[in-house]
């Protein structure tokens, strides 16, 4: 069983920065990649960003790329959002996964097979 704990959640003004991370269980991390996703309320979850097994590459939604960096260390299993020039509509509960399925893109849902719990994100204007 394979558990992820997304931390550093919290509530920023519109411009600020804010860091998440999310720590994954289990001795096989670094052969899967990774995602985030997010949800607002009332609206569907969506992809944010997600990163290849060695960390090589990442692929970000339009609506976050150049404000966000996705990263991880497979030494310590986890992987990192960093979120700059932060927007109200950034505003969601985040959520990291682990991509179980490798023949579906980055972006879908589907793909993944291992959620965290989530944790909120709040961007005041």
């Known amino acids: 069983q394979v558990q992820l704990v997304e931390s550093g959640g919290g509530s920023v003004q519109a411009g600020g920065s804010v860091r998440l991370s999310c720590a994954a269980s289990?001795?096989?991390?670094?052969?899967?990649?990774m995602g985030w996703f997010r949800q607002a309320p009332g609206a569907e979850r969506e992809f944010v960003c997600g990163i290849t097994e060695d960390g090589a590459r990442a692929f970000y939604a339009d609506s976050v790329k150049g404000r966000f960096t996705i990263s991880r260390d497979n030494a310590k299993n986890t992987v990192a959002l960093q979120m700059n020039s932060l927007k109200p509509e950034d505003t969601a509960v985040y959520y990291c996964a682990r991509r179980g399925d490798a023949m579906l893109g980055y972006s879908y849902a589907a793909a993944y097979d291992y959620w965290g719990q989530g944790t909120q994100v709040t961007v005041s204007s």
């Open positions: 289990g001795r096989t991390f670094s052969s899967y990649g």
